[in-house]
């Protein structure tokens, strides 16, 4: 999990993040689909990104991943195959995102309060008829 606060009450590991804090979503980059220190890491390594995480900073006070939870897709950095996948606030109700899942704070803050990294959490996303159908073979909530 992550956000703009130094700490959260989740218990999932947090990131406080930072304005020198990025997600490289530049194909061909070592960093792809990582998180990563521009301190750490230089600003070549960031060059060409769109996802500062600090967007608030960034992005004239954009809010959205003031708090996330980053979704491990494409854990090996695959160029093509996704990159900055991440569970977080959203701007506007309705509004599209660029493939993650967004949610009022409400929402967010139920979910970190409910998220449990030793029970393994994983993000299942589908219609209402299919959840309905698989709910019991799959042990859904």
């Known amino acids: 999990a992550f956000?703009?606060?130094p700490t959260d009450r989740t218990r999932m590991p947090w990131?406080?993040?930072?304005?020198?804090?990025w997600c490289i979503d530049v194909p061909g980059s070592p960093y792809y689909n990582?998180?990563?220190d521009r301190r750490e890491v230089g600003e070549q390594a960031i060059a060409g990104s769109s996802e500062p995480m600090r967007r608030d900073?960034?992005?004239n006070g954009d809010q959205r991943y003031r708090q996330g939870v980053v979704i491990e897709h494409n854990?090996?950095?695959?160029?093509?195959?996704?990159s900055c996948i991440f569970v977080h606030l959203w701007q506007t109700p309705g509004q599209p995102t660029a493939g993650?899942?967004?949610m009022d704070e409400g929402t967010m803050r139920a979910l970190l309060d409910w998220l449990d990294p030793a029970a393994?959490?994983?993000?299942?996303?589908l219609p209402q008829i299919e959840y309905d159908?698989?709910?019991?073979?799959?042990?859904?909530p």
Do not use: K, N, Q
């Not at 159908?133 to 859904?140: D, G, M, N, Q």
């Open 75 to 82: 854990a090996g950095g695959i160029d093509g195959a996704g």
């Open 15 to 21: 990131l406080a993040l930072e304005a020198t804090d």
């Open 34 to 36: 990582r998180l990563v």
């Open 3 to 5: 956000g703009y606060a």
């Open 120 to 125: 393994r959490p994983r993000l299942v996303l």
């Open 100 to 102: 993650c899942t967004a």
């Open 57 to 59: 900073i960034h992005l």
């Open 133 to 140: 159908r698989l709910r019991s073979a799959w042990e859904l």
